[in-house]
C-alpha cells in the first residue's frame, strides 16, 4: 500500500510533532504534522480510499491521541454534501460521484459552478501506466487537484499512492492534507483500470503565492484479479509502483486575486458552561476557517477542553444563497494553544446572504443552540 519513502515521512512526521511540542504550539508547521499523520491513518477502502497507507499513519495517530490535551484534532468520515442546485461538470463530469463521498464535497461543487477551476489536461505515462492532471483550483489557503490514473490489462489500479506538488521556483514540495479516490464505474461495476482522484494541498499565506508548479504522482497496482481479493493491500508483496510521473503547469492568475477575509468578531457566548470567545474568522473561496478561544486562561485544563471540544466538535455553518440553504460541515480541525480551530467547507463564491455558525451546549440537562452569523 505504501512505499518505504512513505513510511519514512509518516515516521517523520511523528518525530517531527514531538519537536515541535517543545518548541512552538500554535506553529502551522505543528498543525499540518498532526493532520497529515491522521490523514494517512483514515479511510482506506477500495470504493473511497486515501492517497496514503494506513499501517504507519495509525501509529502516527497513537501518538496524537496521547496529545489530546494539547492539539486535539478531528477529520471526519466522508459524507454525501447537500447541494441545492444544478451544477454542470462539464468535462470533469467524471468527478461528480467522486465529490459526493467527500465531506467537502461543496467546496469543489462551489468551485465548478463558479467557474472558478481550471482545466490542465496534461498527462504523463510510462510502463503502462498514465496520469493524467485534469484541473485544479486554488486559493490563499489551499489547492483542490483533480487527476485520473489508468493502467493497461497486465495491471489493475489499488489507487494513487502518492500525490505531491513541487514549487519549481522554490524547490520546495507544499504540504498535503491527504485525498481520496474511486474507481471508474462501467455498467456500474468498478473499472479497475481507471481511477480518479482527488488531492488537497495546504499552502501558507505568509509566502508568496506559487506559480510555477511540478505535479507528482505514484500509482500503485496489483495483478489482475488481485482487487477481488479480500486480502489486497495488507500483502505488500503484491503491490507494484509506478515510477514518479512528473507534470509541469502554471496556475491561473485569478486564483491570486481573490484575498482571504478576516474578521475578529470577539464574541463571547456559553459553550457547556464555559466562556469561550470566537476570536477569529477567516473566509475565502475555497475554505472558512474559524478560532474559539477560553475566555478564562484558568480554565485551560483537560477536562474544559474536553467539554468545550465536543461542542465545537459538532458545529457546522447553513449558507443561504438565493438558491436555498445549504451545509457547510467541518472539514478538519485542531486545537490551539487556547482552544481550537475548525476548518469549514465553503461556498463563498455562491455571494451567501448569511452565514449560521450553530454549536450546540448543554445548559443543565438540556441541548441549546448557539448560533452567530458569520457573515456580519
Keep these: 500500500m505504501i512505499n518505504s519513502r512513505e513510511e519514512q515521512a509518516m515516521l517523520s512526521d511523528a518525530a517531527r510533532l514531538q519537536r515541535h511540542i517543545q518548541a512552538e504550539l500554535s506553529s502551522s508547521d505543528l498543525r499540518i504534522a498532526v493532520q497529515s499523520g491522521m490523514e494517512r491513518g483514515i479511510r482506506n477502502s477500495k470504493r473511497s480510499a486515501l492517497t496514503k497507507g494506513s499501517l504507519f499513519g495509525l501509529a502516527a495517530a497513537a501518538v496524537i491521541a496521547i496529545l489530546l490535551f494539547i492539539i486535539p484534532i478531528i477529520h471526519e468520515e466522508p459524507r454525501t454534501a447537500v447541494v441545492p442546485q444544478t451544477v454542470n461538470w462539464g468535462e470533469l463530469q467524471a468527478f461528480k460521484e467522486l465529490n459526493s463521498y467527500d465531506i467537502d464535497a461543496a467546496t469543489l461543487e462551489s468551485a465548478i459552478r463558479n467557474d472558478y477551476i481550471q482545466l490542465i489536461n496534461k498527462s504523463a505515462e510510462t510502463q503502462?501506466?498514465?496520469?493524467?492532471?485534469?484541473?485544479?483550483?486554488?486559493?490563499?489557503?489551499?489547492?483542490?487537484?483533480?487527476?485520473?490514473?489508468?493502467?493497461?490489462?497486465?495491471?489493475?489500479?489499488?489507487?494513487?499512492?502518492?500525490?505531491?506538488?513541487?514549487?519549481?521556483?522554490?524547490?520546495?514540495?507544499?504540504?498535503?492534507a491527504g485525498g481520496m479516490g474511486a474507481h471508474d464505474k462501467v455498467l456500474g461495476q468498478d473499472n479497475y483500470h481507471k481511477f480518479y482522484g482527488k488531492t488537497e494541498i495546504v499552502l501558507d499565506r505568509s509566502k508568496p503565492f506559487p506559480k510555477d508548479l511540478q505535479a507528482e504522482f505514484q500509482i500503485a497496482s496489483v495483478n489482475p484479479g488481485k482487487m477481488d481479493d479480500p486480502k489486497t493491500g495488507t500483502i505488500m508483496a503484491d503491490m507494484h509502483y509506478s515510477p514518479r510521473l512528473k507534470i509541469s503547469f502554471t496556475l491561473d492568475p485569478k486564483f491570486k486575486a481573490t484575498s482571504t477575509k478576516i474578521l475578529y468578531p470577539k464574541k463571547s457566548f456559553i459553550l457547556n458552561g464555559h466562556e469561550v470567545e470566537l476570536s477569529r474568522v477567516e473566509m475565502s473561496p475555497l475554505m472558512i476557517r474559524i478560532y474559539v478561544a477560553l475566555k478564562n486562561a484558568e480554565e485551560n485544563q483537560w477536562e474544559v477542553r474536553q467539554k468545550v471540544f465536543e461542542a465545537v466538535l459538532k458545529a457546522d455553518i447553513k449558507s443561504?444563497?438565493?438558491?436555498?440553504?445549504?451545509?457547510?460541515?467541518?472539514?478538519?480541525?485542531?486545537?490551539?494553544?487556547?482552544?481550537?480551530?475548525?476548518?469549514?467547507?465553503?461556498?463563498?463564491?455562491d455571494n451567501p446572504e448569511s452565514l449560521l455558525l450553530e454549536l450546540t451546549t448543554k445548559t443543565s440537562d438540556e441541548a441549546v443552540k448557539v448560533r452567530l452569523d458569520l457573515s456580519k
Design 128 to 176: 503502462g501506466y498514465r496520469i493524467t492532471l485534469n484541473a485544479v483550483t486554488a486559493d490563499e489557503n489551499r489547492i483542490l487537484i483533480l487527476y485520473t490514473a489508468i493502467t493497461e490489462a497486465d495491471q489493475e489500479v489499488y489507487n494513487v499512492s502518492s500525490s505531491r506538488i513541487l514549487n519549481t521556483q522554490t524547490r520546495s514540495y507544499l504540504t498535503s
Design 320 to 349: 443561504k444563497t438565493e438558491n436555498g440553504t445549504q451545509d457547510l460541515p467541518i472539514v478538519s480541525g485542531t486545537g490551539t494553544e487556547d482552544g481550537f480551530e475548525k476548518l469549514f467547507a465553503s461556498n463563498l463564491l
